[in-house]
């Protein structure tokens, strides 16, 4: 399975049970056996932290690109991650935009690429960042854009400001060849960066 980190689920049930006590939890028909299905959630909710990036490339499948491709448009995928900051979680859709070059993606990986990404303690921005840089190396597209959009942050929504959150984040990586020079090339990199960066600030500013 290519593991990164080793799942001990009698350990986990441990910490939980101590946390569950801790809080003064009282144990209910509801809540018996509560810590053990939270050990057994922890490897499906974290599954970027216990599977290596081999275990997401060995389920790439690559096909060669049409002669003249248009744009691929991959819309509308949902994701669910986890607030690196809170631990509670975020969610919302990805949409993904690339003009191919000498290779195309199965449809379908590009929902494994964005699940193996966001399972794991995540911010918004980095997420996009680390989606579309994948893409980009996978597939060396003419350009690729990543969205993620219609994203609601239960830390904002359950505590502090306890209000509404609706967040969006893009980057647009593009090829070298694409840029005459290595001036307009950095350009392109800092613009993508700077969005990124901008948008940090708005939601940073609303988060806490």
Do not use: W
């Amino acid at each position: 399975m290519n593991k990164i980190h080793e799942v001990d689920e009698k350990e986990y049930t441990y910490y939980a049970d101590l946390l569950f006590n801790k809080l003064g939890i009282p144990e209910t028909e509801g809540t018996e056996g509560t810590p053990a299905r939270i050990a057994k959630m922890i490897p499906e909710l974290f599954e970027g932290l216990y599977k290596d990036i081999s275990y997401l490339n060995e389920q790439m499948t690559t096909f060669k690109a049409p002669r003249h491709s248009s744009p691929i448009e991959v819309k509308g995928i949902p994701f669910y991650s986890m607030c690196e900051h809170h631990m509670l979680p975020f969610f919302g859709f990805v949409d993904i935009v690339y003009t191919p070059r000498e290779t195309i993606l199965g449809l379908s990986k590009f929902n494994r690429i964005v699940k193996y990404f966001s399972r794991k303690p995540q911010v918004q921005e980095r997420l996009t960042e680390e989606i579309a840089e994948y893409i980009f190396k996978v597939l060396q597209p003419e350009n690729v854009k990543v969205v993620l959009r219609d994203c609601r942050h239960m830390c904002m929504e359950m505590r502090g400001v306890n209000q509404p959150s609706n967040t969006t984040t893009e980057i647009l990586l593009e090829s070298p060849s694409l840029i005459s020079t290595p001036e307009e090339f950095k350009k392109s990199i800092a613009r993508s960066r700077a969005n990124i960066d901008r948008i940090r600030g708005e939601i940073n500013g609303s988060r806490y």
